[in-house]
């Protein structure tokens, strides 16, 4: 009989959250466990034995600092960096498969001699390329947390996630919404910008002529303007999207979408400068590694992966529940 079915013949409750059926018992102290504690049988021993043995995540809201952030995913990276790099390739050749089965549905679509059949082939394909390639990212970002507590590299975590495929697809189109907000208004800017320079009203084109950098320049000048009024808010807005996807990965049952981006919005209050830091350090180290033969840029996009989520488990707000603090 396995842990699990011990726990619920027993109909024992979690020694943990008592009002929980047990589904298991610790590994380590034999204590019963719910699917809470367990993070869905994902992790064999209890919350107090993970603490205990140091298998926590170390950094919090409070001690947190790139320095630090970086010390702590510098030796788990040295001591996985090969089969988080496979994590890695494997991530990228289920992206490259995600974009071949968009394209055969473009084709097929093409093929066929009628624009409803093509344009729906064209959705279907475009929406399952994004989901399977979504999806897979949000096991790599699992396979990291198990890293950054100390376990090791199980490449068939990239594949846990499948079955948020419906909160995945509805949280992404409510960050799209909110990112075609700033999109719209740099549109509607721009073409204020070209109406109120006349570069709408037959203006030569002819780059030699006066009458075009006349229109040109004080186009360019209310566009620069409208960037840098814009640059701030914008970047106040976004910074938490980064926040997203480790959220929809961290729990074996996804919140609703609303509850994803209310979560990543607070734990993003006062640390949006140090995560636009911890990008910058991550894209600089996948640029630096693209240029060490290109074959750099695998185990580079694995460090900036790891960083992004030693971030979120840095930043990310106490839930009230001990458990939670354990990613399984």
């Avoid at 093509?118 to 959705?123: I, K, P, Q, S, T």
Wanted: glycine share 10%.
């Amino acid at each position: 009989m396995s842990d699990v079915d011990f726990g619920r013949a027993m109909g024992a409750s979690c020694a943990l959250h008592p009002g929980r059926e047990a589904t298991g018992t610790c590994a380590r102290c034999g204590n019963f466990t719910c699917d809470t504690c367990s993070q869905g049988g994902a992790a064999p021993r209890c919350p107090t034995c993970r603490e205990r043995s140091g298998a926590t995540f170390p950094l919090n809201r409070e001690n947190w600092n790139f320095s630090k952030l970086w010390d702590v995913c510098w030796p788990a990276f040295q001591r996985e960096w090969g089969m988080l790099s496979l994590a890695v390739l494997i991530t990228l050749g289920v992206t490259l498969g995600a974009n071949l089965l968009f394209n055969v549905a473009a084709g097929i679509g093409a093929a066929v001699d009628s624009v409803i059949i093509a344009g729906v082939l064209g959705v279907v394909g475009f929406v399952a390329q994004q989901l399977v390639q979504g999806l897979v990212q949000l096991g790599l970002t699992r396979v990291c947390f198990d890293v950054l507590h100390g376990g090791h590299v199980d490449v068939a975590r990239l594949f846990s996630q499948m079955h948020k495929a419906v909160p995945y697809a509805l949280t992404m189109l409510l960050v799209f919404v909110i990112v075609l907000v700033p999109v719209v208004l740099l549109i509607f800017l721009g073409i204020l910008a070209l109406v109120g320079t006349g570069m709408l009203s037959g203006v030569d084109l002819n780059s030699s002529s006066d009458e075009f950098w006349n229109a040109l320049v004080p186009f360019l000048g209310v566009m620069g303007l409208g960037f840098v009024v814009l640059v701030a808010p914008i970047t106040y807005l976004v910074v938490p999207l980064y926040l997203v996807q480790p959220e929809l990965a961290y729990d074996d049952a996804p919140p609703s979408p609303w509850e994803v981006l209310r979560r990543s919005w607070v734990a993003a209050r006062g640390q949006r400068l140090s995560m636009l830091a911890v990008s910058l350090m991550a894209g600089l180290a996948m640029v630096a590694g693209f240029f060490v033969c290109c074959v750099g840029f695998i185990p580079a996009m694995a460090l900036a992966q790891l960083l992004f989520a030693g971030m979120y488990l840095s930043v990310r707000s106490p839930r009230g529940d001990a458990a939670e603090s354990f990613p399984g």
